[in-house]
Each structure stands twice: as C-alpha cells, then as structure tokens.
C-alpha cells in the first residue's frame, strides 16, 4: 500500500468497497438515458480531485468523489510516484464506473514555467490512461468551469464548493477543495453536452466510438480525440478544448 492520502466520499446508499468487478459499460449508461462523466482536477503539487456525475437530461446526482495527495517521503523515494499514483487511480475509477467521458482542467497558462510543466506531467498521465480505456477526453479552461457552475468566472473555492453541493442536491460540501473542482468540471462537461444536444448542434471533434479509439490505443497508443496529424509546433498533440 503506496503512501497516499485519500478523502472519498459516495452517493447515500451507494456505499462502495474495493474498486474491483465489473460494471455496465459507459455506452449502456447512455441507453438508459444518463450520461455519465469522471471529472478530474490535476494539481502540481497538491491533492488531485476526482469526482464522478451523471445526468439524464433534468437532474444531476453525484456517485464518487474524493482526492488524493502523495506523501512528501514517497516522492522523495520516487520521482515518478504521484505520476504513478494518479494513473493508477485514475485507471481505477474508469474501471470501476465506466464513465462516458472524461473531463478535465486544462493548464492555467499564468502559472509560472515550472508549476505548468509539473501540471502538464500530471495531465498526461491522465490523458494515457483515459486513452488506455478508450474514454473521450474533453479539456475546459478554469474559467469557463467557474462561469458554467457558479455564473461568473472569478468565483473563489468556497462559491464552487457551494455550488457545487446545490446543483448537486449533496447533503454536505464535497471535501477538499479540489474534490469540489473535479465534480465542478464534470458539471461543466454535462452542460456544454446537454446543450449540444438540445439544440442539436453538430458533435465535438471527439466523437470517436468507444470500441475505434480502443483499436487506435492498441495500434498507435493515441486514442482520435489526440490525432497525431493535429499537432502544434514541436510534434505535440493537441487535446480537445471548447475554449
């Protein structure tokens, strides 16, 4: 057992063990009607929140959210253990709820140099193991995530917490900070893709079935939602934003 710091909490009479066994697939979650996201909040250094939401079209109801932090010592041992902690739970979460989509921060571009490239490490592996599970990935800037959930783009932690607890109809504020942010963006996600749908506007650019990005990953290791044609200048994939 890795020396990570978790805080978790779940739905009332939802109350989960181990993430191990099966569930139905994110694509059977659409059948039924609800489209289920994983929202995930990458830190450079602090807890990385998680948080786990679906919607049938005219309510919203949380099923999983939590953070995790990598203990100072375990880092210390090993450069790569928060990279490797985060992919793992990350895996784990996918593997757990089969989300349809998965929705995550981009990188706030005024951060200085060294946290950007800590937080974009963070990302990535995110990103890998999203593609790793065929699951789309849609990025949102932290602005936009604000101006959707709280109205307004400048809203401090303990609004988005509040927020957050209203829309989601919680019986208490999701914990940490960061578990709060995570649910905020798959909220987010569940917005923008509702009002595509209401007003039938034409699909985002990841818009690949589950079953070709999971043949993509397995030739080219990149799911199509990170197309090696759309590349920016150094070879980087670009990564779908509704920016």
Known sequence: ?????????????????????TVSSGRQNEKNGWLR???????????TGYGIVESDGRRCRMLYYGAMKVAAK????????????????VCGLIEKFSPDALAVESVFTALNMRTALRLAEVRGVILLAAAQHGVLVYSYAPREVKARVAGHGHAGKQQMQLMVRALLS????????????????????????????????????????????????????????IRPGSTTRGGLPRIVSTR
């Open 170 to 225: 919680m019986n208490e504020t999701p914990e940490p900070s960061d578990a709060a942010d995570a649910l905020a963006v798959a909220l987010c996600h569940l917005q923008v893709e509702q009002a595509r749908r209401r007003f039938g506007l034409p699909e985002q650019q990841s818009s690949a079935k589950p079953r070709a990005l999971r043949a993509a990953v397995g030739s080219t290791g990149l799911p199509n939602e």
């Open 74 to 89: 375990r880092q210390k041992g090993c450069a790569g253990a928060a990279l490797q902690d985060v992919h793992a739970r």
């Open 1 to 21: 057992m890795h020396a990570t710091k978790h805080w978790q909490g779940c739905a009332e009479g939802r109350r989960l063990g181990a993430m191990t066994g």
């Open 37 to 47: 996201v994983l929202g995930v909040d990458p830190a450079a250094t602090g807890p």
